[in-house]
């Protein structure tokens, strides 16, 4: 099975701190995605990387930056956490193909006070 | 640009009662793929079906159905018999056939399942 962790499943962050998100997948997948999931608004792309070293904004990048080192690793930034960035974090992965579909992680639920 | 539009924000239903969760898509190409997730209260998103655009035959998978129609643009889920574990949050998707495009999800459509 397809196996996509995340390093926490709920964090408090203080306003204005740096912030890391670690997505981890097992299957030796080329594509990984980072999206962010808010009451209303459904899933929103934030990142995507399509290989080592590579990324890809989404719809709604600012406020955010990744790091994609290895094939397996894909962390999201926070550079300096605001409030309104306040949500569930949900980080995926797939192959490349027309045949694909993605596998979610489980989330990770952050807080900014 | 694509889009997919779920109009059905919740749905609530009494156990053993059949449920149709509507799917529209918007898109200029002429192949695609849909897909259909769920996620339930553990917040872990579930692939259910992937569909592609020249095959507009339904599919049943137990008490699951999906209704393709490429003149509507509408890929709509059927429940049929709901169980409590039916209790999700659904979200329709769309991508491109060529190329590493990522998944344009809808909104999702929250349903309960009452005992």
């Known amino acids: 099975d397809v196996k996509v962790t995340q390093s926490s499943r709920y964090l408090v962050k203080r306003t204005g701190e740096k912030v890391f998100l670690e997505c981890v997948q097992d299957m030796d997948h080329e594509n990984m995605f980072w999206y962010r999931q808010d009451p209303g608004l459904g899933l929103r792309l934030i990142y995507f990387s399509y290989d080592v070293k590579m990324k890809e904004k989404g719809d709604i990048p600012e406020g955010y930056s990744v790091s994609r080192e290895k094939k397996e690793r894909f962390s999201l930034i926070l550079e300096s956490a605001s409030t309104n960035q306040t949500s569930m974090y949900l980080c995926a992965s797939s192959t490349t193909g027309t045949l694909y579909e993605q596998y979610f992680g489980p989330g990770t639920r952050l807080t900014v006070t | 640009a694509q889009k997919v539009t779920q109009a059905q924000t919740e749905i609530s239903v009494v156990e053993k009662e059949d449920v149709t969760l509507d799917c529209v898509y918007e898109?200029?190409?002429?192949?695609?793929?849909l897909f259909w997730y769920k996620q339930p209260p553990s917040g872990e998103l579930v692939f259910l079906i992937r569909?592609?655009?020249?095959?507009?035959q339904n599919e049943i998978s137990g008490r699951y159905s999906w209704n393709f129609q490429k003149s509507t643009s509408s890929f709509n889920f059927t429940i049929t018999a709901s169980q409590v574990v039916d209790s999700a949050v659904y979200f329709c998707?769309?991508?491109?056939?060529?190329?590493?495009?990522?998944?344009?999800f809808g909104k999702g459509t929250r349903l309960s399942v009452i005992a």
């Open positions: 569909r592609n655009s020249f095959d507009e």
């Open positions: 998707a769309l991508r491109s056939y060529s190329g590493n495009t990522p998944l344009v």
């Open positions: 898109t200029r190409d002429t192949t695609y793929y």
